[in-house]
Each structure stands twice: as C-alpha cells, then as structure tokens.
C-alpha cells in the first residue's frame, strides 16, 4: 500500500512539472532570438505579448517609455505588428527622434545571414545601425532627459496627403480659401 501511495505521488510530481513545463510561456525576449531579432529591441518592461500562428503579435508595456539607442526612442504602451524571421513589419508604437521631430518606426529587419547590421525602415528611410546597441534588454525611462521645453513636446509630421494640393499648384490652400472668401 505505501509502495502504491509513493508511486502515485511520484506520478502526480511528474505530471505537475509537465504540465507547469507545457503551459510555461516564453518571455519576448527569449521569441525574439529564435526569429533571427536581438531581444534588445524591447524595452525591459514587457508585461505581456501575444504571437498568433500568422505571425501577428501585440506586446503590452507597463506604461510608455524611452530608451536611448544611437538615436532615442519611444515606446508606446502597445506595440503590434507582423514577426516573420529576420524581421517585423507593419510595426505600430514605436517612434525614432531626429533633431526634433518624431518619426514612426514601419518595420526593423536584419541581414539574412546575420550580420553586424539591423535596418529600421522609417517612411522611405531605410537606416542602417549597428545590431550591438540591441544585443541586451534596456531599461526604460518615463521622461526625456533634455531639460529643454522644445524636446519634451512631441511633434508628428502631417501625413503627405494634407500637402499635395500646394506642392502641385504652388497654392496654399488654406490662404486660398480664405482669399476666395473675401471676394464675396
């Protein structure tokens, strides 16, 4: 009887580690390497991600944050996209700052094989950086570190659309219909 007890508490042991082994998710860090991606490209404070067999994936961050790479870079609270080897695209919530400006992240790649470099396409730039500055997990930071009144105020460029009217008539069309309404 006690031999019968201890190999059922034996068996109940096994079976709990293998169902804790099973239903045990991989953080997004570990996922990122097995897509050919550095697992420094997420912030540190990933709090929960989904992948679908498509490779459509979410991740959601404790709060948005900042992380200064070669150039810095801002993390929404809820990043999504498509994750296929060697590279994400259809990327949403992660924007680049250049001088003053905030540019959205559209898709980062990698060299198949690996190389020594990661590509961020932003709009029609496709930038070349070195993969080492995302080879380990940052911190995130809340704020901008410049104490200057300009750099903490983000400012998002108005999609090329709103410009095509006074690029091809050389109009302003807002000046224009201002001057169309006077002549009444």
Not at 4 to 9: E, F, G, K, Q
Not at 52 to 64: H, I, R, S, T, Y
Not at 138 to 158: D, T
């Amino acid at each position: 009887m006690a031999k019968r007890l201890s190999h059922a508490l034996l068996m109940a042991v096994i079976a709990l580690f293998w169902a804790r082994a099973c239903t045990a998710k991989e953080s997004v860090y570990e996922v990122l390497p097995k897509f050919g991606l550095p697992s420094g490209l997420l912030p540190d404070s990933v709090t929960d991600y989904t992948l679908d067999e498509e490779g459509q994936f979410a991740v959601a961050l404790a709060k948005p944050c900042y992380i200064q790479f070669e150039y810095l870079v801002y993390y929404e609270k809820k990043i999504t996209g498509k994750l296929s080897y060697g590279s994400i695209t259809n990327l949403k919530g992660i924007q680049v700052q250049r001088l003053l400006l905030w540019f959205n992240v559209d898709e980062i790649r990698v060299d198949l094989p690996p190389s020594s470099n990661i590509y961020f396409q932003v709009g029609i730039i496709n930038k070349k950086l070195s993969v080492d500055q995302f080879k380990t997990v940052h911190s995130c930071r809340k704020s901008l570190s410049s104490s200057s009144p300009c750099a903490q105020r983000r400012i998002k460029l108005p999609a090329p659309v709103d410009e095509i009217p006074m690029l091809l008539t050389g109009v302003d069309p807002v000046s224009h219909v201002w001057h169309n309404r006077t002549k009444f």
